[in-house]
């Protein structure tokens, strides 16, 4: 057996160099989260005072009591479940067969449609007309609103392009073509299994995106049936913030005014975890595949 190689001064330096780093990285990294965590479930007083360092102090759920106790919370939810998921659909429905296409060196024109993919990129009709097209198509205050104008991105379509032009072979193609392959049954049945990893992450980015998206719903929906999480949650905090506001300055109830202060100084926090909360549970469902597939276009063969 050989001997492992001994690692030198400078490499030794590097590691110790690497390490401190990345510990400091990681911390800078946890902190806010940790912080906002225990802020959430700690006394406003304590959090306000510097006295709550990292670790909760005088537990308290005031927060979260303010804001669950809003029953649009889960038609919230529902929504933006729903958004997210027929979204991300909608997003892989366009966006995966539209790179695979792209990618191809025999699809007759290409270059002519990325160049206009592209041209997206740099222009834009802007807010009033895109606002005023789609009242004119009739999807304004409808869950389409949500959905179809972001439908696709030309950055992610790049991204998966290069995936499919770097991980997919020209000699696989040809196989299957000799075996009688169709272009649909190829792109499905070899294509597609293939392609887990750049799949896993374009779900992830524009599962992200439209669980956060709520400027949109601000412009384009007027019913609050159909307001994702992100808008109920942002009312809440504007009206418990306008309750403290409205106490301060028609109230001498010393008492209520310091509870209301409090309570909305907490809910603030409260609503960071509410609303980041399933994000982070399904991220390390994915994580393995996220790693893999940053790595896109990075190896070739």
């Excluded at 770097?166 to 499905?188: K, S, Y």
């Excluded at 504007?238 to 310091?258: P, R, T």
């Amino acid at each position: 057996m050989m001997n492992a190689m001994r690692e030198t001064k400078l490499d030794q330096i590097f590691v110790a160099i690497n390490t401190v780093l990345l510990s400091g990285i990681l911390i800078a990294t946890l902190y806010p989260l940790v912080f906002v965590i225990s802020a959430s479930i700690s006394d406003p007083d304590l959090v306000n005072s510097g006295r709550m360092i990292l670790l909760p102090k005088g537990i308290s759920f005031e927060g979260y009591a303010n804001v669950f106790k809003d029953s649009r919370i889960w038609t919230g939810y529902k929504m933006t479940i729903f958004y997210t998921l027929a979204g991300t659909l909608i997003n892989l429905a366009v966006t995966i067969p539209a790179a695979y296409s792209l990618s191809r060196k025999d699809f007759v024109g290409k270059k002519v449609i990325i160049i206009i993919f592209m041209a997206t990129m740099f222009f834009s009709g802007g807010l009033i007309p895109t606002y005023l097209l789609m009242k004119d198509i009739g999807i304004l205050n409808t869950i389409w609103s949500m959905l179809l104008p972001g439908a696709t991105s030309i950055w992610y379509i790049v991204i998966c392009r290069t995936y499919f032009q770097t991980n997919i072979p020209d000699e696989l193609r040809e196989a299957a073509v000799i075996d009688g392959c169709t272009d649909f049954r190829l792109f499905f049945s070899i294509v597609l299994p293939l392609s887990s990893a750049i799949i896993a992450v374009m779900a992830l980015f524009f599962g992200v995106s439209h669980w956060n998206n709520y400027f949109s719903a601000l412009v384009y929906l007027s019913d609050k049936e159909l307001f994702p999480l992100q808008l109920i949650l942002r009312e809440i905090l504007v009206k418990s913030e306008f309750n403290a506001q409205m106490l301060l300055i028609g109230s001498s109830d010393s008492e209520a005014l310091g509870k209301e202060l409090r309570i909305a100084e907490q809910t603030k926090y409260a609503l960071i975890i509410v609303s980041t909360l399933p994000v982070m549970l399904a991220y390390p469902f994915i994580q393995k595949y996220f790693v893999k597939g940053v790595m896109v276009g990075s190896l070739k063969g």
